[in-house]
């Protein structure tokens, strides 16, 4: 289970549709030229150890130690530029949340010889959705962004499933919230 002594602002709404968005209402990692990822990553080591369970298919997944690492200086992570980069940097908040609320997997078989002991089963693709909130200039809420992204899990030698990245993120822009659409 996970970490009972961090302290996150995070929860599980529903949209209109009856799909769950992650709610996460603070944004820790900021910065005008871009995210400080050491720091990002830092913060995920405090994840390390724990497992949590996809509501959808009861499958128990875990943060390994090449979590941080990986989700912080990955391919995919050094690109990332603007709001998706504060995106991903954000939503490491609310990783508990993403698992067990990811949905539509797909599997693909392991093709990389350097992953031939770390994701020996192949690779399992869920999706997750969250929300950032937007500040206006008197420092309260005006609205959220919600984003689409694909959650990486690989399945190891050890027959776990350990998350390994997130990507593909993308803004919904046809579901901007304001603050006042939100209930729990």
Same mark, same amino acid.
């Given at each position: 289970m996970?970490?009972?002594?961090r *302290?996150?602002?995070?929860?599980?709404i529903r949209?209109a549709n009856?799909?769950?968005?992650?709610v996460?209402?603070?944004?820790?990692? *900021?910065?005008?030229?871009?995210?400080?990822w050491d720091?990002?990553? !830092?913060y995920?080591r405090? @994840?390390v150890?724990?497992?949590?369970t996809?509501?959808?298919?009861?499958?128990?997944?875990?943060?390994?130690?090449d $979590?941080?690492d990986?989700?912080?200086h990955?391919?995919?992570?050094?690109?990332l530029?603007?709001a998706? !980069?504060?995106a991903k940097?954000n939503?490491? =908040?609310?990783l508990p949340?993403?698992?067990?609320?990811a /949905?539509?997997?797909?599997?693909t !078989?392991?093709s990389?010889i350097k992953h =031939?002991?770390?994701a $020996?089963y192949g690779?399992y693709?869920y999706e997750?959705?969250?929300?950032?909130?937007i500040?206006?200039?008197d420092?309260e809420?005006e609205?959220?962004n919600v @984003?689409h992204a694909?959650?990486i899990?690989?399945?190891a030698k050890?027959? *776990?499933?350990?998350? @390994?990245?997130?990507?593909?993120?993308k803004? #919904? /822009?046809?579901n $901007?919230? =304001?603050? #006042?659409?939100f209930t729990?």
């Open positions: 996970g970490n009972s002594s *302290k996150r602002n995070v929860f599980v949209d009856g799909n769950n968005i992650v996460i209402n603070d944004i820790i990692f *900021k910065g005008k030229r871009g995210i400080k720091d990002v990553e !830092e995920l405090s @994840y150890g724990d497992f949590y996809i509501a959808d298919s009861n499958e128990i997944v875990f943060i390994g130690p $979590l941080p990986e989700y912080a990955s391919e995919y992570t050094i690109i530029k603007g998706n !980069e504060k940097a939503a490491a =908040q609310g949340e993403l698992i067990n609320t /949905t539509n997997v797909a599997f !078989e392991n990389k =031939q002991k770390d $020996l690779w693709k997750s959705r969250f929300a950032l909130p500040f206006g200039n420092g809420v609205r959220y @984003y694909a959650m899990f690989r399945h050890d027959g *776990k499933k350990y998350l @390994y990245d997130i990507m593909n993120i803004k #919904e /822009t046809s $901007l919230f =304001q603050s #006042e659409d729990q």
